[in-house]
């Protein structure tokens, strides 16, 4: 399953689109689409309108999932800002996705554990989440993974257990293989490491030493 997230803004929009096979979520693209000084409003809505279309074409996401507008700063910002979520939600549409809005204080209590978290915790968040080396830069495609794995926490378990036994099904019991003579057994040092955490609440910082 692909989720595909947007964070709007008529200046720059942030997208992150990540997978799951039900166990490990990964990520597969993610960026900022940044407006021209000298473009014109129109012309900046038409390039965000323009970008995630092919981005969603390319990524064929299940799910197209959007911040919703809580606060700005003043009514012209609030305004430029609805003018963005639409042309956004727009492409999804035609793309063919399910469309999902979330609060950006909903967005931030699903991945970071606090509904207003500083966008560095919800980089850092991110990074560990999706076993990244670095943290997603610029913050505005940070906060768009965030919003897409939001809306992965907020699946009914049933969808993503349908996922795990699908995975299930398609891998061989490994009693029914054979093992070749003088086959050794992985010991502990060979075993795979632990799995990246969930969400924030599996998470746990390393121990010291």
């Known amino acids: 399953m692909r989720i595909f997230g947007i964070d709007p803004g008529s200046m720059r929009t942030g ?14 693209t993610c960026g900022a689409i940044a407006a021209r000084t000298d473009d014109e409003f129109p012309q900046r809505l038409a390039r965000i309108h323009r970008e995630l279309s092919s981005l969603l074409e390319g990524c064929q996401p299940d799910y197209v999932a959007v911040e ?25 549409v035609e793309a063919g996705c399910p469309v999902v809005e979330y609060a950006p204080a909903e967005i931030k209590r699903a991945v970071v554990g606090y509904g207003r978290a500083e966008k560095h915790q919800v980089q850092d968040m991110i990074k560990i ?9 610029p913050h505005d495609a940070a906060d768009a993974l965030a919003v897409a794995i939001c809306h992965l926490h907020s699946m009914p378990p049933a969808g993503l ?7 299930e099904s398609r891998i061989p019991d490994p009693g029914s293989r054979k093992r070749n003579p003088g086959s050794r057994v992985p010991g502990p040092e060979s075993q795979a490491p632990s799995p990246r955490p969930k969400s924030w609440r599996q998470y746990r910082p390393p121990a010291n030493g």
């Open 15 to 28: 997208y992150g689109c990540v997978e799951t096979d039900g166990r490990v979520v990964r990520l597969v």
């Open 68 to 92: 919703s507008l809580f606060h700005a700063s003043n009514v012209h910002s609030a305004l430029k800002l609805g003018h963005a979520r639409g042309v956004a939600i727009l492409a999804a």
């Open 129 to 137: 989440l999706l076993g990244l080396t670095a943290p997603p830069s």
């Open 161 to 167: 257990l349908a996922l795990d036994s699908g995975l």
